[in-house]
């Protein structure tokens, strides 16, 4: 089960967005509605510690896979970009965030990251796409094409997620929205899910 309480003051809790809006759906419907929604929206942002003064740093990523029972998420980099050295010297301290402007819906990943160069690795994941990003660099290696020593993938493994699925289309959030601010009650207009640690571990255990 996920940590889904939220503290009090007396009988009401301090965060009643938070507790309006917590689910537990069985594991199964978490996973399961967390990657379609991440499939659903590709572009997110990518969050790592810096190698050179510890700030954070959000770039926008395109996913690329989804590995481990949809549990670790793949992307694309280039292997002598700032990033990649932020995740070689920071691994456990990256986080992917996904938001749908439209319904409102986020997502948020918390995990651990690999940087693997593999030829079958990033064969498996390339896009031609990529050659756009990377150019051509005109000496018949760095090409952008998937020989190109430049390019690497990322593997994130989550370690925990809380995300949030609209419960209501943009009319009913405005409508809902209303109504709080006159009542001075939230509106319920999301679903929110953790998945703990302990949960991710257990479902790749599980489908491996």
Not at 52 to 79: K, V
Request: aromatic share 6%; hydrophobic share 35%; with cysteine.
């Amino acid at each position: 089960m996920s940590n889904t309480q939220t503290p009090t003051t007396g009988t009401q809790p301090l965060d009643p967005y938070k507790a309006k809006s917590v689910e537990d759906p069985p594991l199964e419907q978490k996973i399961s509605d967390l990657s379609t929604f991440i499939k659903e929206q590709k572009f997110g942002m990518l969050t790592t510690k810096s190698s050179d003064d510890d700030l954070l740093t959000s770039r926008c990523m395109a996913l690329a896979g989804q590995e481990n029972a949809s549990t670790t998420l793949i992307f694309h980099t280039n292997l002598f970009s700032h990033k990649t050295m932020d995740l070689t010297v920071h691994p456990t301290e990256t986080n992917m965030s996904f938001l749908d402007p439209i319904s409102g819906s986020w997502a948020s990943i918390s995990g651990t990251a690999t940087i693997v160069a593999d030829k079958e690795t990033v064969e498996k994941y390339y896009s031609p796409a990529l050659s756009a990003w990377l150019g051509d660099l005109g000496d018949g290696v760095h090409d952008g094409g998937s020989g190109d020593p430049r390019i690497g993938v990322i593997k994130l493994e989550a370690k925990t997620a809380v995300y949030a699925v609209s419960r209501k289309g943009i009319l009913g959030r405005a409508v809902e929205t209303v109504k709080s601010v006159a009542s001075g009650d939230v509106p319920a207009i999301n679903s929110i899910r953790e998945l703990s640690r302990a949960e991710l571990d257990e479902w790749r255990r599980t489908h491996a």
